[in-house]
């Protein structure tokens, strides 16, 4: 009978803490959507939310564009540090850490013109 009363209990407590947790999946989401990664990407993450472990998919022509990591000042001067990490493969996929993101192109003109994201995930 005690051997009952403790899977009961055990079950109660399990079925009360999925109650109280928020269990979602990473989401996927293609950069620039069906325009993929172009010049007039800047504005794409605004009207969207992001999570911490959301994947972001960067679909590029491969040898005409380049997504690179950078920093705040990376971003506002369009300009990648020595050893930047770059994605180049033409299908590329960044899970997003909690906090802000910061990408551009550094193919010479193409940030200015507009190929640079921020995307902030909470």
Same mark, same amino acid.
């Given at each position: 009978?005690?051997?009952?009363?403790?899977?009961?209990?055990?079950?109660?407590?399990?079925?009360?803490?999925?109650?109280?947790?928020?269990?979602?999946? $990473?989401?996927?989401?293609? /950069?620039? +959507?069906? #325009? &993929?990664?172009?010049?007039?990407?800047?504005?794409?993450?605004?009207?969207?939310?992001?999570?911490?472990?959301?994947?972001?998919?960067?679909?590029?022509?491969?040898? $005409?564009?380049?997504?690179? /990591?950078? +920093?705040? #000042? &990376?971003?506002?001067?369009?300009?990648?540090?020595?050893?930047?990490?770059?994605?180049?493969?033409?299908?590329?996929?960044?899970?997003?850490?909690?906090?802000?993101?910061?990408?551009?192109?550094?193919?010479?003109?193409?940030?200015?013109?507009?190929?640079?994201?921020?995307?902030?995930?909470?």
């Amino acid at each position: 009978m005690a051997g009952r009363s403790y899977i009961a209990a055990l079950a109660l407590v399990c079925l009360c803490l999925f109650y109280h947790l928020e269990i979602s999946a $990473a989401a996927e989401f293609p /950069v620039g +959507d069906s #325009d &993929g990664w172009s010049f007039d990407v800047g504005n794409w993450p605004n009207s969207k939310t992001f999570k911490a472990g959301d994947v972001l998919g960067i679909q590029i022509r491969q040898g $005409a564009h380049n997504v690179v /990591v950078v +920093d705040a #000042d &990376g971003y506002n001067s369009c300009t990648a540090k020595s050893g930047s990490k770059t994605y180049t493969s033409g299908n590329d996929k960044i899970t997003l850490a909690k906090g802000t993101s910061y990408f551009i192109c550094s193919y010479p003109g193409h940030c200015d013109a507009g190929m640079k994201i921020k995307v902030v995930a909470n």
